[in-house]
């Protein structure tokens, strides 16, 4: 059997709150695991992609995440549309996961941090159904908040199959 991942950094929401608070702590959740998915691990084993038909990578994960952030909190839900991404090229297909070659574990790392800290003020700032706009339509907080769990999870899949690849560590 599975077990969880035990780390009092990750706090898994109460089953009865309001609504507010229990997206803002699931994200707050998915958030932690993705770190937690990552640390103890050496640049190299980051880097690397072990399903050899993907491009992902934890630490190409992270960088995805970081620009997925920025993209919904600052460029959606606060309408600065003209920021520019962190990590990701329209040019180049994948390029926030590829290459990652001359990539910096740490700063890549703190940047996504920023971003989340940026997302938290954001959000803080706004009621659930304030909206940002996205592709010229409205779209409210509480959507961008499920949406972010959802992406969040996804991806914390991905990085549990990563990770178990690596050095067999399980863990939900």
Request: a negative charge.
């Amino acid at each position: 059997m599975v077990e969880d991942i035990e780390d009092p950094r990750r706090r898994e929401p109460a089953f009865v709150s309001d609504e507010r608070t229990m997206l803002e702590q699931w994200l707050e959740f998915h958030r932690t695991t993705l770190v937690l998915k990552c640390e103890g691990l050496d640049a190299v084993a980051l880097r690397a992609r072990p399903v050899a038909s993907s491009k992902l990578s934890l630490h190409g994960l992270v960088r995805h995440m970081a620009d997925v952030e920025r993209n919904w909190f600052t460029r959606v839900l606060l309408r600065a549309a003209d920021t520019p991404p962190l990590f990701f090229d329209p040019a180049v297909d994948d390029s926030e996961l590829v290459p990652l070659d001359d990539a910096d574990w740490d700063a890549d790392l703190d940047a996504w941090h920023l971003e989340c800290e940026r997302s938290r003020a954001a959000a803080a700032r706004l009621a659930l159904d304030d909206t940002g706009l996205r592709r010229g339509a409205e779209c409210s907080l509480r959507w961008i908040y499920t949406h972010m769990i959802e992406e969040y999870a996804r991806h914390n899949g991905h990085a549990d199959l990563i990770r178990e690849m690596l050095d067999g560590s399980v863990g939900c």
